[in-house]
């Protein structure tokens, strides 16, 4: 992660593949053509039909969500893909957390104390996304979890 985005077709790469890979994209800066400018944009989805991307959605620091077609861009700065606890943008942030947390709260209910190898290498890439604090003092989620995760988080470092 931290990788520049080089293009339309990072971002989807990188959209299309947050599950997988975890993260989000941010950018410094996004101009639209009308001269707003919207610090710490987060990008959410990006359209396309055949080759040609149309529309771009992404998170402003205040927490609005924007659909704007590429046309009325000019010019994203220095946009990177992030871990989710990495993010500056508290709004996108905090609705990330709060969605893996979830989500990892669901796959340990589903798993039932097994911990099997795919469910621990979701589970790991989750908490290495949003960080241990939010979890930490879950009632829900084991500290045996965080436990296995960073044992096996050692071993591989």
Known sequence: ?????????????????????????????????TGEVFRNPVFTNIDYSGSVFYTIGFMTEDGVCMIVHVNDISSITSPVHKKVAMIRNKYYRAMKVKEKVKYLKRLFKADQGA????????????????????IENDQEIGQELIFKISNKVNKIA
Not at 15 to 20: D, G, H, I, Q
Not at 115 to 134: M, Q, R, S
């Open 115 to 134: 911990y099997t190898k795919p469910f621990l290498e979701e589970a790991k890439l989750i908490i290495e996304d949003v960080g241990v604090k939010p």
């Open 1 to 33: 992660m931290n990788n520049s985005i080089n293009g339309f077709h990072d971002f989807y790469t990188i959209l299309s593949n947050e599950r997988k890979i975890g993260g989000g994209i941010e950018a410094e800066t996004i101009k639209l053509r």
